[in-house]
């Protein structure tokens, strides 16, 4: 009579999960590398997208500073519809000649954009 014995060994098991645990501490740091990547980019668009509202903005009503909350809005008076935040990022209040800053990126990263 043959004795079969079947499934896995302790040992295996331990390999298998050792070796998924090194594959899962190689690809967590290049995800996060690609996450971080994706929302600077968007929110470097966001920064874009705001100084040109802003630009339209000092044309139209000659003055050199605007709130970024009076350029952003569903009224026709608003140049922007929305900016969604990606990150938890605050946009700074905007002037004439100077760079568009948005602080707080992923609560440590600062971004900023100049035309």
């Keep these: 009579m043959k004795n079969s014995k079947k499934g896995f060994t302790l040992v295996e098991i331990m390999i298998v999960v050792v ?15 690609v996450r971080a990547s994706s929302q600077d980019k968007a929110v470097s668009n966001n920064l874009r997208q705001l100084s040109a509202a802003a630009d339209q903005y000092f044309l139209e009503n000659g003055v050199s500073s605007v709130a970024s909350s009076l350029l952003v ?43």
């Design 19 to 33: 070796i998924i645990g090194l594959l899962a501490a190689m690809a967590i740091p290049a995800f996060q590398k």
């Design 73 to 115: 809005g569903t009224n026709s008076s608003q140049y922007i519809k929305q900016v969604q935040t990606v990150a938890g990022e605050t946009y700074t209040n905007l002037s004439q000649g100077s760079a568009v800053t948005a602080t707080g990126v992923a609560g440590a990263r600062t971004i900023t954009y100049s035309n």
